[in-house]
């Protein structure tokens, strides 16, 4: 699929895995924000990323939550798109008829490349506590994973139509059907009848 471009951002697992599911659905490739940076930047923002949630995530907690502010999203802005010429020069030259985005921080950029090249922007969303970093005015539509993440946004005054919830992109090696009495053997739980999974999470933190 040549007109469609996935692009996701190495800022943890989920949101490479997120692209990757899709760019095996989709038979198309998905791209790394941060492989169009100079390999000083790259490092710098995945080793950051990664020192800082685990090694201060106060501190990470801190910058998230001022982000919500406009005149920090204005700021972010200005100094990523100092970064972003390769980028944006790369999209002008596949000029792409959709873009998926796994991540938020490719939006930043992309509202500069919707200036000059019609396409249609699609965001997953991997949170389930929707930060209002995703919310961007060039997306054209969100999938969230469930249906308490479509309240964020609707809060976030995103129009219904624009939220598709319950979805989530999984590679194609989760897809395979598993049975049961396999399962019970693998987690030593042959003889119980009733289970329960508890997830736990700290997003309520955010």
């Known amino acids: ?14 949101h490479k895995s997120a692209a990757k599911a899709l760019e095996d659905f989709l038979n198309t490739e998905a791209y790394d924000l941060l492989d169009f940076s100079s390999s000083f930047c790259k490092r710098f923002f995945s080793y950051g990323y990664f020192f800082t949630t685990q090694k201060f995530p106060f501190l990470w907690f801190l ?5 919500r502010y406009k005149l920090a999203k204005i700021i972010i802005k200005k100094l990523n798109i100092l970064l972003a010429n390769r980028f944006i020069k790369f999209i002008l030259e596949k000029k792409p008829k959709i873009i998926i985005t796994t991540h938020f921080f490719p939006l930043f950029f992309l509202e500069e490349v919707k200036k ?5 922007v699609i965001t997953i969303i991997t949170d389930i506590k929707v930060h ?11 999938f969230v994973p469930i249906e308490d993440a479509k309240k964020y946004l609707l809060k976030y005054k995103i129009e219904e139509t624009k939220i598709i919830s319950g979805y989530f992109p999984f590679r194609s090696g989760f897809l395979y059907k598993l049975e049961e009495e396999d399962l019970r053997k693998k987690f030593c739980i042959e003889n119980k009848k009733d289970c329960i999974l508890f997830l736990l999470s700290n ?3 955010l």
Do not use: E, H
């Not at 699929?1 to 989920?14: C, H, K, P, R």
């Not at 910058?63 to 982000?67: G, L, Q, T």
């Not at 209002?132 to 969100?142: E, H, R």
């Open 203 to 205: 997003f309520d933190r």
């Open 63 to 67: 910058i998230f939550n001022i982000s």
């Open 116 to 120: 000059k090249l019609n396409f249609k």
């Open 1 to 14: 699929m040549s007109n469609v471009l996935i692009v996701y951002a190495n800022f943890g697992q989920g």
């Open 132 to 142: 209002p970093i995703w919310v961007n005015k060039i997306v054209d539509l969100y």
